[in-house]
């Protein structure tokens, strides 16, 4: 039987699961950063391209579907070590295909085999993450989803100094590939069981649960309306990922340079969204926050859409990106309130999620295409309005006080758990 966790386990394992999200990050913008280098080694055209693209995603909801019963047979903990160790081996497969040949088959098999891993750790960490955050006693699933964004960021600023020294895909990759599992392996040891409630108490152990009880909690009306929170928050940050560039470059007529800016003030205005929105939330609760940051992402939408000056759009894209910063990680943490089920909600949640990054690019695109692309991303508003509604599902159980109150998230970032 799991003991009650000490402050310090408490403390490691937090600080694991922060390396744990940023490794994904890295990885997935290192990707993205050599595509155009993959594209011209293979010589593809850009419909070949796409299909690459799918690979991902493809092998992603795979995984997320079936995760919870991956997590409900290993663990969390154990989950993370091999998922993320068969992400890194997937990553430097492509790598070699898009290297040596170069060989179209091996790089979209290397992708699946990324995608697939991919969307088992993405659940795996949010559930050790929900985890530690009820240890916690407080909210902190917005930061360790900050630090996918730290990683997504480094990880494209040496995907350019790649470029720049004209580093071969296979080692840029390979490269990443051993950084993703020595990470790992740093981590894996202070990384604590997922059956825990409030403070740190033991709770039971879902494992005995049978994969039609996993899959049973697709019949929960909870689990659909966390999943369309999700929904919304993930189409209102996928669709800037993948259209806000361009909107400001064909629908503000500024310059590419200054298009690819106003993205990475979005980026950034999320993260710092992330970052301070736990304050937020250990104030005023989740539903509260949750309906404020729809309202906001929606009146920056609608600034960035509507208004002609390319500095007021900007202004609206900042708006925009902290409006969409705290919707998925706090889906997250609601999917994970109950430790007997938070594998299995988490992985209903996140498939229902990721629906958005299938859906969102073509629906735009196609809107956009008949009215425009700022008016294509008015879809965005619907999906917002959406979220804001169901917000309720999203409310916390009561828990009570831990008995050492915490006062720093970044304390004792040395603890190690004995």
């Known amino acids: 039987m799991t003991t009650q966790l000490t402050t310090t386990q408490t403390k490691a394992w937090r600080n694991a699961v922060f390396l744990i999200f940023a490794l994904p990050g890295l990885a997935l913008a290192t990707w993205v950063s050599r595509l155009p280098a993959v594209r011209d080694s293979l010589d593809i055209r850009i419909d070949q391209v796409g299909i690459l693209i799918f690979g991902i995603a493809a092998g992603s909801i795979v995984g997320l579907l079936l995760s919870s019963h991956i997590v409900a047979r290993l663990g969390a903990r154990r989950t993370i070590l091999v998922a993320m160790s068969v992400c890194a081996a997937g990553l430097a497969l492509a790598g070699v295909g898009a290297t040596f040949g170069p060989v179209f088959g091996v790089t979209f098999a290397g992708l699946l085999v990324f995608g697939f891993s991919s969307g088992i750790t993405d659940v795996a960490m949010n559930v050790s993450g929900a985890a530690n955050e009820r240890a916690l006693g407080k909210a902190i699933m917005p930061i360790f989803h900050a630090f996918f964004s730290f990683g997504t960021m480094i990880g494209a600023g040496l995907g350019a100094l790649a470029e720049f020294v004209g580093l071969p895909i296979a080692a840029h990759l390979g490269i990443l590939a051993v950084v993703m599992v020595v990470g790992t392996l740093i981590a894996y040891p202070r990384l604590q069981s997922e059956h825990v409630g409030a403070d740190g ?51 503000h007529h500024v310059d590419n340079a200054t298009g690819a800016l106003v993205f990475g003030v979005f980026v950034t205005a999320m993260t ?56 998925f990680p706090i889906g997250m943490s609601a999917a994970a309130d109950d430790p007997r089920t938070a594998a299995a909600r988490v992985s209903a949640v996140a498939t229902i999620g990721y629906l958005a990054f299938l859906a969102g690019p073509p629906v735009i695109g196609f809107l956009g295409e008949g009215l425009g692309i700022l008016n294509g991303l008015l879809v965005v508003l619907v999906l917002c309005a959406i979220g804001a509604l169901v917000s309720y599902a999203a409310r916390e159980p009561e828990r009570t006080a831990r008995a050492e109150p915490e006062t720093d998230t970044f304390a004792d970032p040395g603890a190690t758990a004995p």
């Open 201 to 251: 108490e033991p709770v039971e152990d879902a494992s005995h649960q049978t994969w039609r009880d996993r899959l049973g909690i697709w019949r929960d009306p909870r689990t659909v309306l966390i999943g369309l929170i999700v929904l919304a928050a993930a189409f209102a940050e996928g669709s800037a990922n993948d259209w806000l560039a361009l909107a400001m470059v064909d629908g």
């Open 272 to 327: 710092a969204g992330r970052l301070g929105g736990v304050v937020l939330l250990n104030r005023f609760g989740r539903v509260p926050v949750l309906r404020a940051s729809f309202v906001l992402a929606a009146a920056g939408l609608l600034v960035m859409i509507f208004v002609p000056n390319p500095w007021v759009a900007t202004a609206g894209a900042v708006a925009w990106g902290l409006g969409a910063a705290l919707g």
